[in-house]
Protein backbone atom coordinates (compact mmCIF):
# COMPACT_ATOMS: atom_id res chain seq x y z
CA UNK A 1 0.00 0.00 0.00
CA UNK A 2 1.19 3.48 -1.03
CA UNK A 3 1.71 5.56 2.11
CA UNK A 4 -0.28 8.58 0.77
CA UNK A 5 -2.93 9.58 -1.32
CA UNK A 6 -0.71 11.61 -3.63
CA UNK A 7 0.52 8.29 -4.78
CA UNK A 8 -3.08 6.70 -5.48
CA UNK A 9 -4.71 9.27 -6.35
CA UNK A 10 -3.56 12.24 -8.55
CA UNK A 11 -7.08 14.39 -8.50
CA UNK A 12 -7.36 14.01 -5.30
CA UNK A 13 -3.75 15.30 -4.31
CA UNK A 14 -4.61 18.21 -5.80
CA UNK A 15 -7.04 19.09 -3.55
CA UNK A 16 -5.13 18.17 0.08
CA UNK A 17 -1.77 17.74 0.30
CA UNK A 18 0.01 15.06 2.58
CA UNK A 19 0.44 18.06 5.29
CA UNK A 20 -3.19 18.90 5.63
CA UNK A 21 -4.31 15.18 5.47
CA UNK A 22 -1.86 14.27 8.63
CA UNK A 23 -3.21 17.46 10.45
CA UNK A 24 -6.65 16.37 10.92
CA UNK A 25 -7.13 13.55 13.43
CA UNK A 26 -10.21 12.23 12.19
CA UNK A 27 -13.54 10.71 14.78
CA UNK A 28 -14.29 7.43 14.58
CA UNK A 29 -12.32 6.66 12.00
CA UNK A 30 -9.08 4.09 11.02
CA UNK A 31 -7.20 7.05 10.41
CA UNK A 32 -4.04 4.91 9.02
CA UNK A 33 -5.96 3.66 6.59
CA UNK A 34 -8.34 6.60 5.60
CA UNK A 35 -5.16 8.91 4.69
CA UNK A 36 -4.05 6.17 1.84
CA UNK A 37 -7.46 6.20 0.89
CA UNK A 38 -9.67 9.04 1.37
CA UNK A 39 -13.22 9.00 0.57
CA UNK A 40 -14.00 12.68 0.10
CA UNK A 41 -17.16 14.13 -0.51
CA UNK A 42 -17.33 17.41 -1.99
CA UNK A 43 -21.07 17.97 -2.58
CA UNK A 44 -24.30 16.86 -1.59
CA UNK A 45 -27.85 17.08 -3.41
CA UNK A 46 -30.70 15.43 -2.84
CA UNK A 47 -30.28 11.84 -1.47
CA UNK A 48 -26.57 11.74 -3.04
CA UNK A 49 -23.04 12.88 -3.01
CA UNK A 50 -20.54 14.15 -4.97
CA UNK A 51 -16.82 12.46 -4.33
CA UNK A 52 -13.55 14.28 -4.84
CA UNK A 53 -13.08 11.80 -8.00
CA UNK A 54 -16.48 13.34 -9.41
CA UNK A 55 -18.23 10.35 -8.52
CA UNK A 56 -22.40 10.31 -7.49
CA UNK A 57 -22.87 8.25 -4.34
CA UNK A 58 -26.08 7.71 -3.22
CA UNK A 59 -26.32 8.78 0.87
CA UNK A 60 -27.44 5.55 2.37
CA UNK A 61 -27.29 7.33 6.24
CA UNK A 62 -28.65 9.97 5.38
CA UNK A 63 -25.18 11.52 6.39
CA UNK A 64 -25.02 10.55 9.82
CA UNK A 65 -28.52 9.87 10.16
CA UNK A 66 -28.71 13.22 9.84
CA UNK A 67 -30.16 14.25 6.64
CA UNK A 68 -33.90 12.95 6.04
CA UNK A 69 -34.59 15.68 4.19
CA UNK A 70 -31.75 14.69 1.49
CA UNK A 71 -29.11 17.57 1.23
CA UNK A 72 -28.67 21.25 0.01
CA UNK A 73 -32.48 21.90 0.59
CA UNK A 74 -32.78 25.70 -0.25
CA UNK A 75 -35.13 26.51 2.38
CA UNK A 76 -32.71 25.57 4.93
CA UNK A 77 -29.89 27.17 3.00
CA UNK A 78 -32.06 30.75 3.10
CA UNK A 79 -33.06 30.44 6.79
CA UNK A 80 -29.33 30.30 7.61
CA UNK A 81 -27.94 33.04 5.21
CA UNK A 82 -30.34 34.97 6.75
CA UNK A 83 -29.66 34.55 10.28
CA UNK A 84 -26.39 34.78 9.76
CA UNK A 85 -26.78 38.54 8.19
CA UNK A 86 -29.01 39.68 10.87
CA UNK A 87 -27.67 38.15 13.82
CA UNK A 88 -24.82 36.10 13.74
CA UNK A 89 -24.20 35.32 17.40
CA UNK A 90 -26.18 36.14 20.48
CA UNK A 91 -24.82 35.26 24.51
CA UNK A 92 -27.25 32.88 25.66
CA UNK A 93 -26.74 33.21 29.42
CA UNK A 94 -28.52 35.62 30.61
CA UNK A 95 -29.73 37.13 27.87
CA UNK A 96 -32.24 35.13 24.66
CA UNK A 97 -32.93 35.94 20.87
CA UNK A 98 -36.62 34.98 19.90
CA UNK A 99 -35.83 31.93 17.75
CA UNK A 100 -34.61 29.65 20.46
CA UNK A 101 -37.89 29.92 22.19
CA UNK A 102 -40.07 29.54 18.85
CA UNK A 103 -37.78 26.26 18.53
CA UNK A 104 -38.40 25.01 22.11
CA UNK A 105 -42.30 25.52 21.37
CA UNK A 106 -42.00 23.31 18.03
CA UNK A 107 -39.64 20.66 19.85
CA UNK A 108 -42.56 20.28 22.65
CA UNK A 109 -45.54 20.31 20.18
CA UNK A 110 -43.54 17.54 17.62
CA UNK A 111 -42.69 15.84 20.54
CA UNK A 112 -45.15 12.86 22.84
CA UNK A 113 -47.86 15.37 25.36
CA UNK A 114 -45.82 15.35 28.74
CA UNK A 115 -42.94 16.79 27.50
CA UNK A 116 -42.92 20.59 27.98
CA UNK A 117 -39.62 21.95 28.41
CA UNK A 118 -36.66 21.99 25.77
CA UNK A 119 -33.04 22.59 27.13
CA UNK A 120 -30.47 23.44 24.19
CA UNK A 121 -27.08 21.62 23.13
CA UNK A 122 -24.81 21.13 20.46
CA UNK A 123 -24.71 17.58 19.57
CA UNK A 124 -26.56 14.41 20.83
CA UNK A 125 -23.90 13.71 23.40
CA UNK A 126 -24.40 17.07 24.77
CA UNK A 127 -27.72 16.43 25.21
CA UNK A 128 -27.17 12.81 26.79
CA UNK A 129 -24.99 14.32 29.69
CA UNK A 130 -27.39 16.97 29.91
CA UNK A 131 -29.93 14.46 30.22
CA UNK A 132 -27.63 13.05 33.48
CA UNK A 133 -27.23 15.90 34.88
CA UNK A 134 -30.80 17.00 35.18
CA UNK A 135 -31.58 13.30 36.57
CA UNK A 136 -29.17 13.59 39.48
CA UNK A 137 -29.70 17.39 39.98
CA UNK A 138 -33.51 16.50 39.86
CA UNK A 139 -33.52 13.69 42.93
CA UNK A 140 -31.05 15.96 44.71
CA UNK A 141 -33.79 18.58 44.32
CA UNK A 142 -36.19 16.09 46.10
CA UNK A 143 -33.99 15.60 48.78
CA UNK A 144 -32.87 12.14 47.61
CA UNK A 145 -29.39 12.47 46.99
CA UNK A 146 -28.35 8.91 46.79
CA UNK A 147 -30.18 8.65 43.95
CA UNK A 148 -27.20 8.43 41.45
CA UNK A 149 -26.84 5.65 39.81
CA UNK A 150 -27.68 5.08 36.23
CA UNK A 151 -28.51 2.39 34.57
CA UNK A 152 -27.66 1.56 31.00
CA UNK A 153 -28.01 -1.26 28.41
CA UNK A 154 -25.06 -3.34 26.96
CA UNK A 155 -24.61 -2.65 23.40
CA UNK A 156 -26.32 1.12 24.01
CA UNK A 157 -24.70 3.94 22.24
CA UNK A 158 -25.18 7.69 24.26
CA UNK A 159 -22.46 9.17 22.60
CA UNK A 160 -19.00 10.28 23.35
CA UNK A 161 -18.68 12.34 26.87
CA UNK A 162 -17.58 11.25 29.89
CA UNK A 163 -21.72 10.47 31.09
CA UNK A 164 -22.86 8.84 27.86
CA UNK A 165 -19.62 6.61 27.64
CA UNK A 166 -20.45 5.36 31.29
CA UNK A 167 -24.18 4.54 30.54
CA UNK A 168 -23.18 3.57 27.44
CA UNK A 169 -23.06 -0.26 26.38
CA UNK A 170 -20.25 -0.54 23.84
CA UNK A 171 -16.96 -1.96 25.51
CA UNK A 172 -14.39 -0.65 22.64
CA UNK A 173 -15.56 2.90 23.46
CA UNK A 174 -15.12 2.66 27.09
CA UNK A 175 -11.75 0.50 27.39
CA UNK A 176 -9.51 3.47 26.83
CA UNK A 177 -11.03 5.84 29.18
CA UNK A 178 -11.42 4.33 32.43
CA UNK A 179 -13.94 4.85 35.19
CA UNK A 180 -16.70 7.83 34.43
CA UNK A 181 -20.33 7.63 35.83
CA UNK A 182 -21.53 5.40 38.15
CA UNK A 183 -23.26 3.01 35.77
CA UNK A 184 -24.83 -0.85 35.38
CA UNK A 185 -25.93 -2.47 32.39
CA UNK A 186 -29.05 -4.45 31.40
CA UNK A 187 -28.72 -6.92 28.90
CA UNK A 188 -29.05 -5.87 25.16
CA UNK A 189 -32.18 -7.47 23.33
CA UNK A 190 -30.54 -9.56 20.23
CA UNK A 191 -31.66 -13.12 21.03
CA UNK A 192 -31.02 -15.99 18.13
CA UNK A 193 -34.82 -16.73 18.41
CA UNK A 194 -35.01 -13.39 16.78
CA UNK A 195 -32.91 -13.42 13.81
CA UNK A 196 -34.11 -11.67 10.64
CA UNK A 197 -37.17 -10.70 12.48
CA UNK A 198 -39.14 -8.06 10.24
CA UNK A 199 -39.87 -4.87 12.53
CA UNK A 200 -40.35 -5.48 16.66
CA UNK A 201 -39.00 -8.73 17.68
CA UNK A 202 -41.57 -11.12 19.18
CA UNK A 203 -39.05 -11.97 21.77
CA UNK A 204 -37.56 -10.13 24.32
CA UNK A 205 -40.32 -8.07 26.55
CA UNK A 206 -38.90 -10.45 29.55
CA UNK A 207 -35.23 -8.85 29.13
CA UNK A 208 -36.60 -5.94 30.33
CA UNK A 209 -37.19 -7.60 33.61
CA UNK A 210 -33.52 -7.76 34.28
CA UNK A 211 -34.14 -4.36 35.44
CA UNK A 212 -35.88 -5.19 38.18
CA UNK A 213 -32.77 -7.52 39.21
CA UNK A 214 -30.69 -4.47 39.74
CA UNK A 215 -32.87 -2.87 41.38
CA UNK A 216 -32.85 -5.48 43.92
CA UNK A 217 -29.27 -5.21 43.22
CA UNK A 218 -28.66 -2.07 43.78
CA UNK A 219 -31.73 -0.63 45.49
CA UNK A 220 -33.63 2.03 44.10
CA UNK A 221 -32.76 4.38 46.69
CA UNK A 222 -29.81 4.74 44.99
CA UNK A 223 -30.85 4.76 41.28
CA UNK A 224 -31.12 8.10 39.32
CA UNK A 225 -32.38 7.28 35.87
CA UNK A 226 -32.59 4.47 33.42
CA UNK A 227 -31.20 5.45 29.75
CA UNK A 228 -32.00 3.32 27.05
CA UNK A 229 -32.21 3.88 22.79
CA UNK A 230 -35.69 2.79 21.84
CA UNK A 231 -34.79 1.68 19.00
CA UNK A 232 -30.48 1.34 19.22
CA UNK A 233 -28.92 2.45 16.04
CA UNK A 234 -25.33 2.58 16.02
CA UNK A 235 -25.53 -1.34 17.56
CA UNK A 236 -26.80 -2.39 14.43
CA UNK A 237 -30.79 -1.76 14.42
CA UNK A 238 -31.54 -3.34 17.08
CA UNK A 239 -35.85 -2.77 17.45
CA UNK A 240 -37.01 -3.24 20.58
CA UNK A 241 -38.79 -6.36 21.40
CA UNK A 242 -42.87 -5.86 21.64
CA UNK A 243 -43.94 -4.93 24.80
CA UNK A 244 -40.40 -4.37 26.14
CA UNK A 245 -40.12 -0.81 26.44
CA UNK A 246 -43.93 -0.47 28.00
CA UNK A 247 -42.53 -3.19 30.38
CA UNK A 248 -39.04 -0.46 31.36
CA UNK A 249 -41.61 2.16 32.05
CA UNK A 250 -43.60 0.13 34.34
CA UNK A 251 -40.70 -0.62 36.40
CA UNK A 252 -39.34 2.93 36.48
CA UNK A 253 -42.97 4.09 37.55
CA UNK A 254 -42.96 1.05 40.39
CA UNK A 255 -39.96 1.92 41.79
CA UNK A 256 -39.59 5.74 41.11
CA UNK A 257 -36.88 5.68 38.72
CA UNK A 258 -36.55 8.66 35.82
CA UNK A 259 -36.64 6.94 32.24
CA UNK A 260 -34.56 8.36 29.62
CA UNK A 261 -35.09 7.58 25.98
CA UNK A 262 -31.87 8.64 23.60
CA UNK A 263 -33.82 9.66 20.24
CA UNK A 264 -30.69 10.91 18.99
CA UNK A 265 -31.42 8.68 16.42
CA UNK A 266 -34.96 8.07 16.65
CA UNK A 267 -36.11 11.68 16.91
CA UNK A 268 -38.24 13.27 14.08
CA UNK A 269 -39.46 10.98 11.56
CA UNK A 270 -36.88 7.65 10.97
CA UNK A 271 -39.17 5.53 12.72
CA UNK A 272 -42.28 6.54 10.58
CA UNK A 273 -43.46 8.81 13.47
CA UNK A 274 -41.93 11.90 14.55
CA UNK A 275 -40.39 10.03 17.48
CA UNK A 276 -39.74 6.70 18.95
CA UNK A 277 -41.91 7.37 21.68
CA UNK A 278 -44.61 8.26 19.48
CA UNK A 279 -43.91 5.14 17.57
CA UNK A 280 -43.47 2.70 19.93
CA UNK A 281 -46.17 4.18 22.55
CA UNK A 282 -44.30 4.86 25.89
CA UNK A 283 -43.27 8.48 27.04
CA UNK A 284 -40.03 8.70 28.56
CA UNK A 285 -39.56 11.07 31.62
CA UNK A 286 -36.11 12.71 29.82
CA UNK A 287 -36.26 12.53 25.59
CA UNK A 288 -32.44 13.64 24.00
CA UNK A 289 -32.51 14.35 20.78
CA UNK A 290 -30.18 16.14 17.82
CA UNK A 291 -29.39 15.18 14.24
CA UNK A 292 -32.68 15.09 12.81
CA UNK A 293 -33.62 18.52 13.96
CA UNK A 294 -31.49 20.94 11.87
CA UNK A 295 -31.45 18.15 9.02
CA UNK A 296 -27.78 17.68 9.79
CA UNK A 297 -26.84 21.24 8.75
CA UNK A 298 -25.78 22.94 12.27
CA UNK A 299 -24.63 21.14 15.20
CA UNK A 300 -27.74 21.12 17.95
CA UNK A 301 -28.91 19.00 20.49
CA UNK A 302 -31.91 19.33 22.23
CA UNK A 303 -33.41 17.76 25.79
CA UNK A 304 -36.64 17.58 26.15
CA UNK A 305 -38.56 17.00 29.59
CA UNK A 306 -41.39 16.44 31.75
CA UNK A 307 -42.72 19.47 33.90
CA UNK A 308 -41.76 17.98 37.35
CA UNK A 309 -38.08 18.46 36.45
CA UNK A 310 -37.86 21.41 34.99
CA UNK A 311 -40.18 22.66 37.89
CA UNK A 312 -38.05 20.80 40.57
CA UNK A 313 -34.83 23.28 39.72
CA UNK A 314 -37.14 26.16 39.42
CA UNK A 315 -38.42 25.83 42.85
CA UNK A 316 -35.06 25.61 44.31
CA UNK A 317 -33.48 28.36 42.65
CA UNK A 318 -33.47 30.86 45.09
CA UNK A 319 -33.41 34.34 44.48
CA UNK A 320 -35.20 34.87 41.37
CA UNK A 321 -32.29 36.33 39.51
CA UNK A 322 -30.12 33.13 40.42
CA UNK A 323 -29.16 30.39 37.84
CA UNK A 324 -31.46 27.73 38.82
CA UNK A 325 -29.40 25.19 36.24
CA UNK A 326 -25.44 25.66 36.18
CA UNK A 327 -25.17 24.42 32.62
CA UNK A 328 -25.06 25.72 29.56
CA UNK A 329 -22.96 25.85 26.05
CA UNK A 330 -21.60 29.11 24.57
CA UNK A 331 -23.11 27.41 21.63
CA UNK A 332 -26.39 26.57 23.42
CA UNK A 333 -29.45 27.64 21.39
CA UNK A 334 -27.01 29.19 18.59
CA UNK A 335 -29.17 31.75 16.64
CA UNK A 336 -28.01 30.29 13.55
CA UNK A 337 -28.75 26.80 14.26
CA UNK A 338 -32.26 27.34 15.78
CA UNK A 339 -32.97 29.25 12.65
CA UNK A 340 -31.98 25.48 10.72
CA UNK A 341 -33.73 23.85 13.20
CA UNK A 342 -36.98 25.93 12.43
CA UNK A 343 -36.35 25.41 8.93
CA UNK A 344 -35.86 21.75 9.06
CA UNK A 345 -38.67 21.42 10.92
CA UNK A 346 -40.82 23.38 8.80
CA UNK A 347 -40.01 21.46 5.48
CA UNK A 348 -40.07 17.79 7.88
CA UNK A 349 -44.20 18.71 8.69
CA UNK A 350 -44.87 19.96 5.03
CA UNK A 351 -44.15 17.18 3.08
CA UNK A 352 -45.54 14.33 5.90
CA UNK A 353 -41.40 13.20 5.48
CA UNK A 354 -42.36 10.36 8.83
CA UNK A 355 -45.73 9.51 6.88
CA UNK A 356 -43.72 8.90 3.89
CA UNK A 357 -41.15 6.80 6.23
CA UNK A 358 -44.24 5.22 7.01
CA UNK A 359 -46.18 4.72 3.86
CA UNK A 360 -42.65 3.14 2.32
CA UNK A 361 -41.20 1.54 5.22
CA UNK A 362 -43.07 -2.27 4.02
CA UNK A 363 -41.13 -1.74 0.78
CA UNK A 364 -38.23 -0.84 2.53
CA UNK A 365 -38.66 -4.00 4.99
CA UNK A 366 -38.80 -6.41 1.90
CA UNK A 367 -36.08 -4.96 0.42
CA UNK A 368 -33.29 -5.64 2.78
CA UNK A 369 -34.94 -8.89 4.08
CA UNK A 370 -34.11 -10.07 -0.03
CA UNK A 371 -30.53 -10.22 1.35
CA UNK A 372 -31.14 -13.37 3.35
CA UNK A 373 -28.81 -15.92 1.92
CA UNK A 374 -26.49 -13.60 0.29
CA UNK A 375 -22.62 -14.47 1.50
CA UNK A 376 -21.54 -13.62 4.85
CA UNK A 377 -25.25 -12.73 6.49
CA UNK A 378 -25.98 -13.87 9.80
CA UNK A 379 -28.93 -11.48 10.49
CA UNK A 380 -31.06 -8.69 9.35
CA UNK A 381 -33.16 -6.11 11.38
CA UNK A 382 -35.27 -3.10 10.34
CA UNK A 383 -37.72 -0.67 10.88
CA UNK A 384 -39.44 2.33 9.33
CA UNK A 385 -35.80 3.11 7.28
CA UNK A 386 -33.42 2.04 9.37
CA UNK A 387 -31.74 -1.52 8.85
CA UNK A 388 -28.69 -3.35 9.92
CA UNK A 389 -27.30 -6.43 8.62
CA UNK A 390 -24.90 -8.52 10.97
CA UNK A 391 -22.10 -10.49 8.64
CA UNK A 392 -20.05 -13.34 9.73
CA UNK A 393 -16.67 -12.34 11.09
CA UNK A 394 -13.07 -13.42 9.97
CA UNK A 395 -11.83 -15.28 12.79
CA UNK A 396 -10.72 -13.36 15.48
CA UNK A 397 -11.66 -10.19 13.89
CA UNK A 398 -15.60 -8.93 14.03
CA UNK A 399 -14.88 -5.82 12.66
CA UNK A 400 -13.01 -6.19 9.22
CA UNK A 401 -15.88 -7.53 7.35
CA UNK A 402 -18.33 -4.91 7.83
CA UNK A 403 -15.52 -2.34 6.80
CA UNK A 404 -14.39 -4.09 3.79
CA UNK A 405 -18.11 -4.53 2.79
CA UNK A 406 -18.44 -0.31 3.61
CA UNK A 407 -16.06 0.69 1.20
CA UNK A 408 -16.82 -2.28 -1.54
CA UNK A 409 -20.37 -0.46 -1.97
CA UNK A 410 -18.97 2.91 -1.50
CA UNK A 411 -16.89 2.08 -4.63
CA UNK A 412 -20.37 0.83 -6.31
CA UNK A 413 -21.78 4.13 -5.63
CA UNK A 414 -23.57 3.55 -2.61
CA UNK A 415 -22.69 5.17 1.13
CA UNK A 416 -23.56 2.68 4.10
CA UNK A 417 -22.45 2.97 7.44
CA UNK A 418 -20.15 -0.08 8.96
CA UNK A 419 -20.37 -0.43 12.83
CA UNK A 420 -19.09 -3.44 15.07
CA UNK A 421 -20.02 -6.50 12.83
CA UNK A 422 -22.73 -4.97 11.35
CA UNK A 423 -23.64 -2.55 8.41
CA UNK A 424 -26.13 0.13 8.45
CA UNK A 425 -28.63 1.24 5.97
CA UNK A 426 -30.93 4.50 6.74
CA UNK A 427 -31.87 6.24 3.55
CA UNK A 428 -33.14 9.65 3.08
CA UNK A 429 -37.01 9.99 3.91
CA UNK A 430 -37.15 11.18 0.71
CA UNK A 431 -35.79 8.04 -1.01
CA UNK A 432 -37.89 6.84 -4.22
CA UNK A 433 -38.96 2.74 -4.25
CA UNK A 434 -36.29 2.90 -7.13
CA UNK A 435 -33.72 4.04 -5.02
CA UNK A 436 -34.55 1.59 -2.20
CA UNK A 437 -34.39 -1.25 -5.25
CA UNK A 438 -30.98 -0.27 -6.51
CA UNK A 439 -29.23 0.49 -2.24
CA UNK A 440 -30.43 -3.00 -1.63
CA UNK A 441 -29.15 -3.93 -4.83
CA UNK A 442 -25.90 -2.35 -4.18
CA UNK A 443 -25.38 -4.25 -1.08
CA UNK A 444 -26.33 -7.58 -2.67
CA UNK A 445 -23.53 -7.02 -5.51
CA UNK A 446 -21.01 -5.86 -3.06
CA UNK A 447 -21.49 -8.93 -0.65
CA UNK A 448 -21.05 -11.23 -3.59
CA UNK A 449 -18.11 -9.29 -4.79
CA UNK A 450 -16.23 -9.75 -1.58
CA UNK A 451 -17.40 -13.30 -1.36
CA UNK A 452 -15.91 -14.34 -5.32
CA UNK A 453 -12.81 -11.77 -4.15
CA UNK A 454 -11.49 -14.44 -1.18
CA UNK A 455 -12.58 -17.27 -3.34
C1 LIG B 1 -28.47 7.28 20.25
C2 LIG B 1 -27.33 8.25 20.16
N1 LIG B 1 -27.03 9.01 21.21
C3 LIG B 1 -26.05 9.92 21.17
C4 LIG B 1 -25.29 10.08 20.04
C5 LIG B 1 -24.18 11.07 20.02
O1 LIG B 1 -24.48 12.15 19.22
P1 LIG B 1 -23.31 13.12 18.73
O2 LIG B 1 -22.42 12.34 17.84
O3 LIG B 1 -24.05 14.24 18.05
O4 LIG B 1 -22.61 13.61 19.94
C6 LIG B 1 -25.57 9.31 18.91
C7 LIG B 1 -24.78 9.46 17.68
O5 LIG B 1 -24.82 8.66 16.78
C8 LIG B 1 -26.60 8.36 18.98
O6 LIG B 1 -26.89 7.57 17.94
Known sequence: ??????????????????????????????????????????????????????????????????????????????????????LDYSPGFQYGHPLSFKLAHKVVQLTPPGLEHV?????????????????????????????AKFIGRVKGYHGV???????????????????????????????????????????????????????????????????????????????????????????????????????????????????GAEEFGVTPDIMTMAKQITNGTQPLGAVVTRPMIYEAFIDQGGPDYMVEFPHGYTYSAHPVACAAGLAALDLLVKEELPQRVKALSGKFEAAVHSLKGSPFVTDIRNYGFAAGLSLEHYPGEPLRRPFELGVKCFEKGFYVRWGADTIQLAPPFITTEAEIDSLVNGVGEALHELARSIG
Request: charged fraction near 25%.
Open 161 to 275: NYGGVGVGGIGFNRKLFGQSVDADHIPHTVLPENSFSRGMPDNGAHLANELEELVLLHDASNIAAVVVEPLSGTAGVLPPPKGYLNRLREICDKYDLLLIFDEVITGFGRMGSLT
Open 119 to 147: FFTDSGSESIDTALKMARGYWRSKGKPGK
Open 1 to 86: MPDTMDDTTPALAQLLSAEELKAHWMPFTGNRQFKRDPRLMVAGRGAYYTTADGRRVFDGLSGLWTCGLGHGREEITAAVSKQMAE
